[in-house]
């Protein structure tokens, strides 16, 4: 089942009741209805076309036409994965070890996939161009969500952009008070409904920061309260998610951002990148040098004098021929 499938099955209990004649269309026949009219699908599910465009729109496409090009994109997919046995693979007791390199290679393939399928490609330059703006970016995620943070914040400090990830709390609550227009606070949450992390987010829109989101596809409450939407794919019904596939697509995400914000101020941040490798590389042969002197005086020594040596060695020898 496609994210956006997904996705609608999982909220038909929160829909209004034509959002639901919708929906439950819509997951009947997703074939069907990429190549569905607007006034169609309203007719047969006996709702008024603006009726669709709400909620397609809802669903965080920005109208119905967008909304048959992701989903006749996800269905292909589908169908290319059912054909090779590449959709997604649960933990499954006793398995062997070839079994799993396998599953967990097919897994994160398709994670990528599905996330790519679902990229709103305005989505993704309006928070590449909020971050490069930034005077200050705030980072928060929760457990695994943090690992992600902290992937970004690495990335960001190398460009030189002042920055901070979060996984207390209280510091999220804290640093995001003392932002304001012109700062960014970005957060993770698979879920999307991690009560600190949507607190932190909320506290920063007030302050009046540019807000975003990377959560799994879906309507969920880090996504309402943010500027700016971003979505990696949701998965399959059964997965243990939440460590494994869904943090591959969530940093897939976080390197599309990265990347894009070096291609847009390359001249900005390219020298930086590049000067900040220079000095780490030099600190890495500063802390080996040591190491490396201290074995080649050894064997120096040992080559100036090779008699004193063997003279070590045997008297280390006729000691432990003796204490037998």
């Given at each position: 089942?496609?994210?956006?499938?997904?996705?609608?099955?999982?909220?038909?209990?929160?829909?209004?009741?034509?959002?639901?004649?919708?929906?439950?269309?819509?997951?009947?026949?997703?074939?069907?209805?990429?190549?569905?009219?607007?006034?169609?699908?309203?007719?047969?599910?006996?709702?008024?076309?603006?009726?669709?465009?709400?909620?397609?729109?809802?669903?965080?496409?920005?109208?119905?036409?967008?909304?048959?090009?992701?989903?006749?994109?996800?269905?292909?997919?589908?169908?290319?994965?059912?054909a090779d046995g590449s959709s997604y693979q649960d933990i499954v007791a006793g398995n062997p070890l070839a079994v799993i390199v396998e599953?967990?290679?097919?897994?994160?393939?398709?994670?990528?996939?599905?996330?790519?399928?679902?990229?709103?490609?305005?989505?993704?330059?309006?928070?590449?161009?909020?971050?490069?703006?930034?005077?200050?970016?705030?980072?928060?995620?929760?457990?695994?969500?943090?690992?992600?943070?902290?992937?970004?914040?690495?990335?960001?400090?190398?460009?030189?952009?002042?920055?901070?990830?979060?996984?207390?709390?209280?510091?999220?609550?804290?640093?995001?008070?003392s932002l304001a227009a012109g700062d960014v606070a970005l957060a993770v949450s698979y879920s999307g409904e991690t009560p600190e992390t949507?607190?932190?987010?909320?506290?920063?829109?007030?302050?009046?920061?540019?807000?975003?989101?990377?959560?799994?596809?879906?309507?969920?409450?880090?996504?309402?309260?943010?500027?700016?939407?971003?979505?990696?794919?949701?998965?399959?019904?059964?997965?243990?998610?939440?460590?494994?596939?869904?943090?591959?697509?969530?940093?897939?995400?976080?390197?599309?951002?990265?990347?894009?914000?070096?291609?847009?101020?390359?001249?900005?941040?390219?020298?930086?990148?590049?000067?900040?490798?220079?000095?780490?590389?030099?600190?890495?042969?500063?802390?080996?040098?040591?190491?490396?002197?201290?074995?080649?005086?050894?064997?120096?020594?040992?080559?100036?004098?090779?008699?004193?040596?063997?003279?070590?060695?045997?008297?280390?020898?006729?000691?432990?021929?003796?204490?037998q």
């Open positions: 089942m496609s994210p956006i499938l997904h996705a609608l099955k999982h909220d038909l209990a929160t829909l209004s009741p034509g959002e639901r004649k919708l929906a439950e269309r819509i997951l009947a026949s997703p074939g069907e209805i990429v190549h569905m009219g607007i006034t169609e699908l309203a007719e047969q599910c006996q709702v008024s076309p603006a009726a669709v465009t709400r909620f397609c729109k809802l669903l965080h496409f920005k109208g119905f036409p967008d909304f048959k090009v992701k989903l006749a994109a996800e269905i292909a997919h589908g169908d290319a994965a059912g599953a967990m290679q097919a897994n994160h393939l398709a994670s990528i996939r599905d996330t790519t399928s679902l990229l709103d490609l305005e989505r993704m330059q309006a928070a590449i161009d909020a971050l490069c703006r930034a005077r200050r970016v705030d980072l928060y995620g929760m457990a695994t969500s943090s690992i992600v943070a902290q992937d970004f914040y690495q990335k960001l400090v190398r460009i030189g952009v002042s920055c901070t990830a979060f996984s207390d709390s209280h510091m999220q609550i804290t640093s995001a008070s949507a607190d932190a987010l909320e506290c920063a829109r007030r302050s009046g920061a540019t807000t975003i989101s990377l959560t799994a596809y879906g309507n969920n409450t880090l996504a309402a309260l943010a500027d700016i939407s971003l979505f990696s794919s949701s998965l399959e019904q059964g997965m243990r998610r939440g460590d494994m596939a869904s943090r591959i697509a969530q940093l897939h995400i976080i390197d599309i951002l990265f990347t894009g914000m070096v291609s847009t101020r390359f001249t900005d941040f390219i020298p930086k990148l590049e000067q900040s490798y220079r000095n780490v590389q030099q600190y890495r042969h500063k802390s080996a040098l040591p190491e490396v002197e201290a074995s080649a005086q050894a064997r120096a020594k040992n080559q100036r004098n090779p008699l004193a040596n063997e003279q070590k060695e045997d008297h280390e020898y006729e000691r432990s021929d003796f204490s």
